[in-house]
């Protein structure tokens, strides 16, 4: 049986090949893979940051943790594929200039390509030039900035920056989340939009798409 508990502790516990073991559990049970993702691996992230916040675990348990949730979801990426590709659009995906944090993106990005849409994924510590690049050499639509820590939440507005003295600023919807980043810091910084998780992000892209 599927149990949602022991995941969540085999990935607080950074143990992988017991958290790939119980993912591959709940798929050959029917359960969905968007439960396993929400009911368990984040769930457990999010518990891991209320410890590493109040400093019962540290940055090796924290890395180990991310490791095992990153083990799980890439049993349950091709199963959120979606079989279509026709509505292919460019989104660039990347985390900002100075910070390593890639979980949370990853999950959009994943998402997002599931959803059909054309996704590149420039990975973590990405320079505001390789931003601006890419919109150029993609001729991309949107732009998904990603921060997690306050101090490279500047990045954002420097990589916006950079894009609107390129003259492209009129061609690509920018946008930015992270755990630290709110409506109110996109709005400051000048971006289009912001989401607070995934699910959101994929809604918000979409709509943007539609119109
Ligand atoms: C895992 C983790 C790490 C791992 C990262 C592993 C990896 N491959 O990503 C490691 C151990 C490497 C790490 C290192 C550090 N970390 Co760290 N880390 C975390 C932790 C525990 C979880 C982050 C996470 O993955 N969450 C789960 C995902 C699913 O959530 P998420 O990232 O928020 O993403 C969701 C949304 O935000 C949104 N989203 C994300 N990106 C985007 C983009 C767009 C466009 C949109 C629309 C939405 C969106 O959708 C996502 C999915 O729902 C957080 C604690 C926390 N509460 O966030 C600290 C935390 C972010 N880290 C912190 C710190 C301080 C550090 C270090 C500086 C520690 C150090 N002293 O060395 C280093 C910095 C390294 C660097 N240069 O980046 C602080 C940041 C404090 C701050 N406000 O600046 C936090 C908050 C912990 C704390 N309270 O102290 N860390």
Known sequence: MFDRKALMEAVIGGDDMTAVELVNTGIAEGVAATEILN???IAAMDVVGDRMESGDIFLPEVLMAARAMSA???ILKPLMSADDQESKAGVIIGTVKGDLHDIGKNLVAMLLESGGLDVTN???DVPPETFMEQVKERNAKIVCLSALLTTTMPMMKETINLITENG?????KI???GASVT???AEEIGADGYAPDAGTAARLVKSIMAG
């Open 175 to 177: 946008l930015v989340g």
């Open 168 to 172: 492209m600023r009129d061609q690509v």
């Open 39 to 41: 009911g368990s691996l």
């Open 122 to 124: 420039l990975g973590v």
């Open 72 to 74: 799980g979801v890439e």
């Open 183 to 185: 409506q109110a810091y």
